[in-house]
C-alpha cells in the first residue's frame, strides 16, 4: 500500500529529480523485507522512508517559497509587457492582415524554457504544436520549428527533428529581457528561412491558477502591404514596414516569453503546492503505520516475556 | 533608404544600439539599474537534418582530420 502511495506520489507532481532517488529506497526497503520476513523488522525501513519524504517535503515547500518570489517579479513585469504585445496584435486585426494562400511555407515558434517541475506548462505548448503538424502531412513538410527552451525541443525533437530550424536554450534561469528576444528574432531574419505565415505558441496566463496555450500570428512583409485594409493606416512605405514588421518581431517574442515566463512560476507554484500536500499525507501515513508497527513490536515482545515465564512456573 | 540599413543592419540591431548608448548616457546611480537590463542569456544550437549542428562538434571533427 505504501508503494502504490509513493509511485502516485512521483506520479501526480512531476517528480522527474527524485524518482530515481526514491526508485532506490522503495528497493531498497523490498530487499530488506525479503530478508526479514515480513511484520516487525520493518520498523527501520518506514523510519528510512519517512525521513526521506520529510527531506521531500522541505525541498517541494522552498521551492514553492522561490516560484513565489520569482512569480511576483514576473507579473509586475509582465504587466509592463503586456502594451508591447496588444499593439502589434491590433495593427494585424486593424489592417486585416491574411496569410497568403500560394505561400505555403510557416514557421511556428514554441516558447517554453529549460526548466521543469512545473506542470503541464511545456507539454501543452508542445502538443498543440504535435497536434497541427500531425493533423495534416503537407503541413508538417512545410512547417520549420524554432524552439525557444529545452523543454520543447525535448519533446518536438522526437517526432518533428528534422523541421526544427534551431534551438534557443539557457531560457527560464532568469527573466526574460528584451535583448533575449532581440536576439531570437535576429537570429530568425538572419536564418534565411522566408515563410508566408508564422505563429508563436505560448501561454497566456489567466491568473494565479491558470493559463492557457495561445498563439500570436507572424506575417510575411507580403502579406502586409497586400493587407485590405492596409490604407487605415497614414504614411507607411516599404521602409516603414519593413522597419515595424521586424521590430514586431522582436516585441511579440517579448511579450510571449513574459506571459510563458509567468505562467510557468505560476504552474510551478501550484505544481510545488500540490507536491507538499501529497508529501505531506504521505508522512501521515508513514507515521501512522510505523506507530502501529512499533505497537506490535512492543506488544509481540511482551507476549514472549510472559509466554517464557508461564513456561518456567 | 536610411543610413543603418544601408550599413547592413536591420531595425532590431538598429533600435538596440540606440537603446545601448541612451543606458551609457544615464546618469550613474540610474544606470547600473538599466545595465541589468541589457543582458543577454539565450544561446541558439543551429538544427540540420534532425541533428543539432553545434559548433563544438565541428571543432572536435576538425581537430580528428587535423591530428
Request: aromatic share 8%.
Amino acid at each position: 500500500m505504501v508503494k502504490t502511495h509513493i509511485v502516485k506520489f512521483v506520479g501526480t507532481s512531476n517528480f522527474k529529480m527524485f524518482s530515481n532517488h526514491m526508485a532506490t529506497i522503495v528497493r531498497l526497503a523490498a530487499q530488506q523485507q525479503q530478508q526479514q520476513k515480513r511484520g516487525m523488522a520493518t520498523l527501520k525501513a518506514i523510519s528510512i522512508r519517512l525521513k526521506s519524504v520529510k527531506n521531500i517535503q522541505k525541498i517541494t515547500q522552498s521551492m514553492k517559497m522561490v516560484s513565489a518570489a520569482k512569480y511576483n517579479r514576473a507579473e509586475r513585469d509582465l504587466k509592463q509587457a503586456r502594451p508591447l504585445g496588444v499593439g502589434t496584435k491590433e495593427f494585424y486585426e486593424q489592417a486585416e492582415i491574411q496569410a497568403p494562400p500560394e505561400d505555403e511555407k510557416k514557421l511556428v515558434i514554441a516558447i517554453t524554457s529549460d526548466r521543469g517541475l512545473c506542470g503541464a506548462v511545456h507539454t501543452g505548448v508542445s502538443r498543440n504544436i504535435r497536434d497541427a503538424l500531425l493533423a495534416d502531412p503537407k503541413e508538417r513538410e512545410n512547417t520549420k520549428i524554432i524552439c525557444v527552451g529545452e523543454k520543447s525541443r525535448a519533446i518536438l525533437s522526437r517526432l518533428f527533428a528534422n523541421n526544427i530550424l534551431f534551438v534557443a536554450s539557457e531560457v527560464g534561469r532568469k527573466p526574460p529581457t528584451f535583448n533575449d528576444a532581440a536576439k531570437v528574432a535576429n537570429e530568425i531574419l538572419n536564418s534565411g528561412y522566408s515563410f508566408g505565415s508564422g505563429r508563436i505558441v505560448y501561454n497566456r496566463f489567466k491568473s494565479v491558477v491558470s493559463y492557457a496555450v495561445d498563439q500570436l500570428p507572424l506575417f510575411d512583409k507580403n502579406a502586409v502591404v497586400s493587407a485590405p485594409k492596409l490604407s487605415v493606416y497614414d504614411s507607411l512605405d516599404e521602409n516603414v514596414i519593413q522597419s515595424y514588421l521586424e521590430f514586431s518581431l522582436a516585441s511579440l517574442l517579448f511579450y510571449s516569453m513574459k506571459e510563458g515566463a509567468c505562467s510557468e512560476q505560476s504552474s510551478r507554484m501550484t505544481a510545488m503546492d500540490n507536491a507538499s500536500k501529497n508529501a505531506g499525507e504521505m508522512i501521515d501515513k508513514l507515521t501512522l503505520t510505523f506507530n502501529r508497527t512499533r505497537q506490535a513490536v512492543i506488544t509481540r515482545e511482551l507476549i514472549e516475556i510472559i509466554s517464557g515465564a508461564a513456561a518456567l512456573d | 533608404m536610411s543610413a543603418w540599413r544601408q550599413a547592413g543592419l536591420n531595425y532590431i540591431n538598429y533600435s538596440q544600439i540606440a537603446a545601448r548608448v541612451v543606458r551609457q548616457a544615464l546618469k550613474a546611480d540610474l544606470r547600473s539599474e538599466a545595465l541589468k537590463r541589457d543582458e543577454v542569456n539565450v544561446k541558439f544550437t543551429q538544427w540540420k537534418d534532425g541533428k543539432p549542428a553545434s559548433k563544438y562538434i565541428v571543432f572536435i571533427l576538425f581537430y580528428l582530420v587535423v591530428l
